[in-house]
């Protein structure tokens, strides 16, 4: 406990000695420097405050009239009530092209088709299969190449020099 209490004094110290040697040595011109900034703050601050909070109602006011005119669409028959995948956040989207073809991935896919946010477990199956495959062609490649290399060692035993 006593080397807390040292720690304490110490932090204490070095606090007092920084903060008295770094206002003992300003100058008078860092001096009315340092009243300058300070005064320009203290007088701009509430100004700055209100001209911010009337940027945010400004931009809580339009976002409350574009959710008005939303229910107000809704309400009229305009656009559709909003479902469950849309509070979820799987808003229907456009799935992506793939580039290449791939004869597993043929889960009912069509190119161009409107995938919701239920959908995303289909893609990440199909990532999946095509990242153990890759890996599988990968182990076979490595697998012939060992054969050939063996094979190779078994010629060069009956070679002479």
Known sequence: MAGLGDVASMVGNRFVNNISGSFGSLTIHQ?????VIAGAYMLLRPYLIKL???F?????????????????????????????????GGAAKKAPQQPESDPDDSDDDVPGA???????GKTARKRQRRV?????????????????????????EFLED
């Open 132 to 156: 153990l495959r890759k890996m599988l062609e990968a182990h076979e490649q490595a697998l012939v190449d060992a054969q050939a290399d063996d094979e190779d060692k078994d010629i060069e």
């Open 56 to 88: 945010q109602m400004k931009q809580h006011e339009a976002d409350e009239k574009a959710s008005l005119e939303e229910a107000a669409a809704i309400a009229a028959g305009k656009k559709a009530p909003l479902s469950a995948n849309d509070l979820r």
């Open 114 to 120: 409107v995938v919701s946010g239920t959908d995303w």
């Open 52 to 54: 911010g909070s009337r």
């Open 31 to 35: 001096w009315i420097r340092l009243v």
